[in-house]
Every structure is written in structure tokens, then in C-alpha cells.
T-cell receptor, first 114, second 113 residues
Framework: GAVVSQHPSWVICKSGTSVKIECRSL??????MFWYRQFPKQSLMLMAT?????????EQGVEKDKFLINHASLTLSTLTVTSAHPEDSSFYIC??????????FGPGTRLTVL | GNSVTQMEGPVTLSEEAFLTINCTYT??????LFWYVQYPGEGLQLLLK?????DKGSNKGFEATYRKETTSFHLEKGSVQVSDSAVYFC????????????FGQGTRLTINP
């Protein structure tokens, strides 16, 4: 089946620094990718929808200047958490949608901000 | 807005037991319904789906029927295996625009041998 990778799988950073997370569709092209955030024992919450070559669409309550999304190609979207703080610590998951409109999920990236 | 509610876990069963994980939804229009499974260390995988009322999705021995009258999509399996241990997420898509998914909170299932 289709494979979506995320890098890194986990990252620890100091408060105030920025962290970039990559999401790649390895064997298909994805015009649309989604970014989710998952808190412990809670559901996945959609943060934004990323379309190749255009600006991302953010969900209500998600700060676009804090969570920068770039979908530079049909196989790569990046999420940059700018000026990270401890409350940004979470599990970030991406998914990629293929031409058949099926969504495939990455394994997630665990971010810990000290 | 759209929402999904699923039974709280964790759920622990013995091998070969019958499994039910309840899921109910609130949505406008006619959503598609999904069950995703997340095995340890892996990404979410689509387990099964149903796109209209009375449809039954099935895969790997799991089944779920789209019940519009009760707004439910309960997941069932007649005889679970240790390898079914995972976190299960019920989700819906409103079938409009970007077809965004709305997830339930997830149910952790542990099957003991």
C-alpha cells in the first residue's frame, strides 16, 4: 500500500527554537496533505489542510504564524513550529491524499519542548 | 459541527472473545464513516469504511454497519486475536470540499492470550 513517512520521528528542543517536520508521500503524488495534532489519550485534531503550490488552510484556533506549512512539491509538505514552547509538545501526524481521494497517514512525530 | 464519540477505553479481552467498540456521530448531510487502526509504532491505517446508510464495511474479520437512524457505526469482530491489539479510531468525512476527517478519541484494545 501507499507509504507516507515523517521525519524526524521524535525531536526534543529548547523553548524558543523552531522545529521543522517533514511529511513525504513515498510512492504516490499527493496534491493535498493534512496536518494533525494528537494529545495523550485524545483524538487527532486537524490543524491545517496543505495544498501543493498554494497557501495552507488552517482550522479555527490554529495560529498560522506559529505553525508554518509549506507544500512545495507533490510529495513533500513541511510543518515548522516556530518559537516553540512547552505547550506545543505533542504528537504531530500528517496524512496524504492520493488521486483516488484515499488518505494515508504518516507514523507521527513526537515533539518535546523543554 | 460534526463530531464523533466512541467508547472510552482501554478495553482488555481474552483471545477469541467477541469485540464491540461503540461509535456514534453527529453530522449534517450524509457523511462517510471510517474505522482506522493504529498499531504500536505505526501510522493510522484504514480498516474499513461505509459511504451510505445501511452499508456494511468489513475487513480482516471486522465489520461495521452505517446506521443512520441511530447515527452509529459500531465496530465488531467475532473472535479477536492477540495481533488485533491496537488503538482504534472512528472517523467521519463530510464529503465536501477537502473531505476533512473528524476523529473520535480512540479506543485502546489489548488482547491477552
Amino acid at each position: 500500500g501507499a507509504v507516507v513517512s515523517q521525519h524526524p520521528s521524535w525531536v526534543i528542543c529548547k523553548s524558543g527554537t523552531s522545529v521543522k517536520i517533514e511529511c513525504r508521500s513515498l510512492d504516490f503524488q499527493a496534491t493535498t496533505m493534512f496536518w494533525y495534532r494528537q494529545f495523550p489519550k485524545q483524538s487527532l485534531m486537524l490543524m491545517a489542510t496543505s495544498n501543493e503550490g498554494s497557501k495552507a488552510t488552517y482550522e479555527q484556533g490554529v495560529e498560522k504564524d506559529k505553525f508554518l506549512i509549506n507544500h512545495a512539491s507533490l510529495t513533500l509538505s513541511t510543518l515548522t513550529v516556530t518559537s516553540a514552547h512547552p505547550e506545543d509538545s505533542s504528537f504531530y501526524i500528517c496524512s496524504a491524499r492520493d488521486v483516488g481521494e484515499r488518505q494515508f497517514f504518516g507514523p507521527g512525530t513526537r515533539l518535546t519542548v523543554l | 459541527g460534526n463530531s464523533v464519540t466512541q467508547m472510552e477505553g482501554p478495553v482488555t479481552l481474552s483471545e477469541e472473545a467477541f469485540l464491540t467498540i461503540n461509535c456514534t456521530y453527529t453530522a449534517t448531510g450524509y457523511p462517510s464513516l471510517f474505522w482506522y487502526v493504529q498499531y504500536p509504532g505505526e501510522g493510522l491505517q484504514l480498516l474499513l469504511k461505509a459511504t451510505k446508510a445501511d452499508d456494511k464495511g468489513s475487513n480482516k474479520g471486522f465489520e461495521a454497519t452505517y446506521r443512520k437512524e441511530t447515527t452509529s457505526f459500531h465496530l465488531e469482530k467475532g473472535s479477536v486475536q492477540v495481533s488485533d491489539s491496537a488503538v482504534y479510531f472512528c472517523a467521519l468525512s463530510d464529503n465536501r470540499g477537502a473531505q476533512k476527517l473528524v476523529f473520535g478519541q480512540g479506543t485502546r484494545l489489548t488482547i491477552n492470550p
